[in-house]
């Protein structure tokens, strides 16, 4: 059974640094696209970053590049989120997304067949 277990969420302040993980468990992330997306109150979901195929492809939202850093182990089976310098709007519950058909790392959460649970991050003074 396919399964995605997302943790490192937390308070941070602006400038700030968090890394989400992303723990998958009936599937080699190689084969799958997996992405972050993020949703903030009110607002409506929105693709962050992805990592694709055995190559690492990555995509960013113009919002986060050069702050967010995604990556992977495949010893350990788990997807990172590295984000430095956190600013006020990066406020949202993240979630972990993965699927066969994202083929060029697309950030439409609508081509993404599995999620996590999500995982709080807060950045507030």
């Known amino acids: 059974q396919l399964q995605l277990v997302e943790s490192g969420g937390g308070l941070v302040q602006p400038g700030g640094s968090l890394r989400l993980s992303c723990a998958a468990s009936?599937?080699?992330?190689?084969?799958?696209?997996v992405s972050w997306f993020r949703q903030a109150p009110g607002k409506e979901r929105e693709g962050v970053s992805c990592?694709?195929?055995?190559?690492?492809?990555?995509n960013y939202a113009d919002s986060v590049k050069g702050r967010f850093t995604i990556s992977r182990d495949r010893a350990k089976n788990t997807v990172y989120l590295q984000m430095n310098g956190l600013k006020s709007e990066d406020t949202a519950v993240y979630y972990c997304?993965?699927?066969?058909?994202?083929?060029?790392?697309?950030?439409?959460?609508?081509?993404?067949?599995?999620w996590g649970q999500g995982t709080q991050v807060t950045v507030s003074s």
């Open positions: 990592i694709r195929g055995a190559g690492g492809s990555r």
């Open positions: 009936g599937f080699t992330p190689d084969y799958y696209a």
């Open positions: 997304a993965a699927g066969p058909r994202a083929v060029f790392c697309q950030l439409s959460d609508q081509t993404y067949d599995y």
